[in-house]
């Protein structure tokens, strides 16, 4: 490390996150999931938030392409944070089942800059919260894409 680089933070803007607690990762097939969403009587539509169903239309009108493509994806990120925090569970009780689990809650939201973000409910951030022992909320990261009828997520939970 050259002497001016020395004592500056490795994150823009302050210290690095120290502590990887979870990483996930989930891949979802583009058509099938389409087919899902079309099914007379689905309820899949309500497993996202209207702020995530409004910015996938919005998007899906951008890009002329599909809508599912955008909620796939979107999917994808909802499983992965989902696995990321069992891992970070360890032996530990998980707080919800996949009966019970507000999917709804976990929003794959696009900032202004269309960088995608993971914003929690304030009941699953607390249960997330107290689920491991934390005194404060972590940091999610979270990368989506999709190509070729697939989409693909991956989400870290890390603790500064």
């Known amino acids: 490390m050259s002497e001016e680089m020395k004592g500056k933070p490795a994150w823009p803007g302050g210290p690095a996150p120290t502590r990887l607690l979870g990483l996930g990762h989930d891949i979802v097939s583009v058509e099938p999931f389409a087919q899902q969403l079309a099914e007379p009587g689905s309820r899949m539509r309500d497993l996202f938030s209207p702020r995530e169903q409004r910015q996938c239309a919005e998007r899906s009108r951008f890009k002329g392409d ?84 697939l989409a693909s997520a991956a989400a870290a939970l890390v603790v500064w």
Do not use: Q
């Open 66 to 149: 599909s809508e599912a493509v955008h909620l796939s994806a979107r999917w994808a990120g909802k499983e992965s944070v989902v696995k990321a925090w069992s891992a970070a569970l360890g032996p530990r009780p998980a707080p919800y089942t996949l009966d019970d689990f507000p999917w709804a809650g976990i929003e794959i939201l696009d900032d202004s800059r269309s960088r995608p973000g993971v914003y929690l409910a304030d009941e699953v951030r607390d249960r997330l919260c107290s689920s491991l022992e934390l005194t404060a909320a972590p940091i999610w990261r979270i990368s989506l894409s999709h190509d070729g009828g």
